[in-house]
Each structure stands twice: as C-alpha cells, then as structure tokens.
C-alpha cells in the first residue's frame, strides 16, 4: 500500500515537473491552455483511481442492481466470489492491476472463466462477458 502511494507520488511530481518546465518554455496561450487541461484531467483521474476497498464496496451495492454489468447473473458470480476473499487483497482469485491513472481487476471466477473489470474514476465497469 505505501509503494502504490509513494509511486503515485512520485509520478504526480515528475508529472507536474515536466508541466511546469514546458509551460516556462512556451509562449503560445493556446497550448499552455491544453497542457494545464490535459493536466487537470490526469490529476483527477489518479485522484480517483479507485483500490481494492472500493471493488469491494462497489461490489456489494445491497439492494440495488449494480451498474457494473449489465447481465445481474455475472454480478452475482462476482459476488460470491468477493464474499469468500474480501478480506484478503493477496488472493489470487482477485487481482488488481494499478495503471495508476485506472485499475483492471482480474476475477477468476473458475479454471475457464476470468471477468476484466475496469476501475476508473470511482466507477466499474465489465470488460468482457
């Protein structure tokens, strides 16, 4: 959890560095406009890169149709599944891939059947069927 933190750190700084140093050398309004939007955007995206409590969370909406998918049934596999290791972030079952601007999680649901669930900006969605 520290590394994850201390790396995202490192990368909004040397994002903000390299920023910084491009906007001190341009002179056109227009690009200066489109870099700090374009900044903007990433920063909230890695702000809201969500983690592992937020899959969980996101996975036991109770009583409410959850928007990760549209088939119920594959939120239900999902579930289950989350229901039997939530408390552990090491299983492998469940494995979080940070791209630090979004998350894939991986659910292996049994031996043939592994759902790709995007995580970006606090939301999921499900990636294949």
């Known amino acids: ?3 994850e933190i201390l790396h ?3 990368s909004v700084i040397a994002f903000a560095l390299v920023i910084f ?5 341009i002179k056109r309004k227009i690009l200066k406009t489109v870099l700090i939007l374009t900044a903007c ?3 909230a995206l890695w702000a809201f890169n969500p983690g592992r409590a937020d899959f969980n969370h996101a996975v036991f909406e109770d009583g409410k149709p959850n928007p990760m998918a549209g088939n119920q049934g594959v939120v239900e596999e999902i579930k289950t599944l989350n229901t039997q290791c939530y408390q552990n972030s090491e299983d492998t079952r469940i494995q979080r891939k940070n ?12 031996d043939a059947k592994t759902y790709h669930v995007l995580g ?5 969605h499900l990636l294949n069927t």
């Open 120 to 124: 970006i900006m606090q939301t999921f």
């Open 41 to 43: 955007v990433l920063t």
């Open 99 to 110: 791209y630090v601007l979004f998350s894939v999680y991986d659910v292996k649901v049994s």
């Open 1 to 3: 959890m520290l590394q």
């Open 21 to 25: 140093l491009v906007l001190r050398f």
């Open 8 to 10: 995202g750190t490192f």
